[in-house]
């Protein structure tokens, strides 16, 4: 039987670079986002390099109504839905201090409303868009997924609490299942430099701090702390190509339709990057030149963490293949392309 696959927040970052794999892996996707963080420009241009139509429809994943009109007319048309893969939710650190109820209300609200309106269309499978977040503090390293896990922040706590809820779930009916992705940190864009990642405003995150300084809309990047221990003495992450973490996703759901239950897996490299070592392979790799600073310790930031991937390499079939050198080309091509984002 023909069947589609439901994508909430497939207009944003990750579920842009996502919506293309499963394109290109033959599946039907149909969108649905509230263009809160994303324009519709993002879905022509995944058309463009699809050369397929996307079909999409712009509403809230609280929004129980539109859920339901959603299944039904995939129902309808021949091709219901299978599986959701869901990204939509808010996920800046230092917003969610500031308005934790918005946070709650977006991730764990919205996460509540979702699961009821597969529930109502018997739609038994979900890839939950989860995040290395929810380890906090490492007690060892690389993390594994049997990790204590401590959210430092009401964002980690929504990651945390969804995947509860997933587990009570897939505990409560036959045949469900959830594919928990604990992605570490993304960063880069598809090769074209069609898409890329277009954060509104000033950008929390490294990688996309460092490509506007490199194009001129942003004067130096600032570092924060250099006192870590560390092998240089800034923070250590482990990066991944987003067009890596897209490819997880198509495994993910081939995972879930063979295998049900609750499941959680990191996707990572296994390799941490130093901030200093970024900055200089970005250089390096571009030829531009990115001025920094020193600057204190962030508040809340961990000195290192990188992931232990070997769950997906062997149980999803999966490994993330681009180099670090990939992330900052590619990142580099989607940024000097497109200086304003999708504007
Ligand atoms: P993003 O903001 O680019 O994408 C999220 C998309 O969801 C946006 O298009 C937004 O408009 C949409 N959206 C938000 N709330 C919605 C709602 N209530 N109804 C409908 N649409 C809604 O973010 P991203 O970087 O692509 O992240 C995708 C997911 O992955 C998020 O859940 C995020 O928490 C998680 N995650 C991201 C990272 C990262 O580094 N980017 C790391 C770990 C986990
Ligand atoms: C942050 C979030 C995390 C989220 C992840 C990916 C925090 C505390 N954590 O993680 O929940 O899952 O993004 O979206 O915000 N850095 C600088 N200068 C900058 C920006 C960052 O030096 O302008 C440093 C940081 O101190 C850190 C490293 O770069 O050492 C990576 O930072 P960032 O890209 O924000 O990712 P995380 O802190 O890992």
């Keep these: 039987m023909t069947t589609s696959i439901l994508i909430t927040g497939g207009a944003g970052y990750i579920g842009s670079h996502t919506l293309l794999e499963f394109l290109a892996a033959g599946y039907r996707p149909i969108v649905v986002d509230n263009f809160g963080n994303s324009s519709p420009e993002v879905l022509r241009r995944v058309e463009k390099l699809a050369g397929a139509p996307v079909r ?49 209300d977006n991730n764990v609200h919205g996460s509540i409303v979702l699961l009821k309106a597969m529930d109502r269309a018997q739609v038994k499978r979900i890839v939950f868009s989860s995040s290395a977040t929810v380890y906090g503090e490492p007690v060892s390293l690389p993390y594994t997924e049997s990790h204590r896990l401590a959210p430092a922040n009401p964002y980690g706590q929504t990651k945390a609490m969804v995947e509860t809820i ?19 940190n993304p960063i880069g864009a598809h090769p074209s430099g069609t898409i890329g990642e277009a954060p509104r405003g000033r950008p929390n995150n490294l990688f996309p701090y460092i490509t506007q300084v490199a194009v001129g809309k942003r004067e130096k990047l600032s570092i924060f702390g250099r ?25 993910a759901v081939e995972y879930a339709q063979a295998t049900p239950g609750w499941v959680a897996f990191n996707l990572g490299t296994g390799r941490g990057t130093s901030v200093l070592e970024l900055v200089h392979t970005f250089e390096a790799v571009t030829g531009k030149k990115v001025p920094y ?20 390499n062997e149980k999803l079939g999966w ?10 080309r590619d990142g580099w091509c989607w940024q000097s392309g497109n200086p304003d984002g999708y504007v």
């Design 56 to 104: 999409w429809h712009e509403g809230d994943i609280r929004d129980a109504q539109l859920l339901d009109s959603l299944f039904e007319q995939a129902r309808r048309d021949g091709a219901p839905v299978d599986c959701v893969v869901h990204f939509a939710g808010l996920k800046a650190v230092g917003d969610s201090v500031a308005e934790p109820l918005e946070y709650y």
């Design 166 to 184: 997933l587990a009570d779930w897939c505990q409560a009916g036959a045949g469900r299942t959830a594919v928990n992705l604990r992605y570490f």
């Design 227 to 251: 006192d870590y221990p560390t092998v240089d003495g800034t923070g250590v992450r482990d990066y991944l190509h987003v067009s890596d973490l897209a490819v997880g996703h198509v495994k």
């Design 293 to 312: 600073e020193f600057l204190d310790r962030r508040p809340g930031d961990l000195a290192g963490m990188w992931a232990d991937p070997s769950a997906a």
């Design 319 to 328: 490994r993330a293949t681009r180099t670090v050198e990939d992330m900052c």
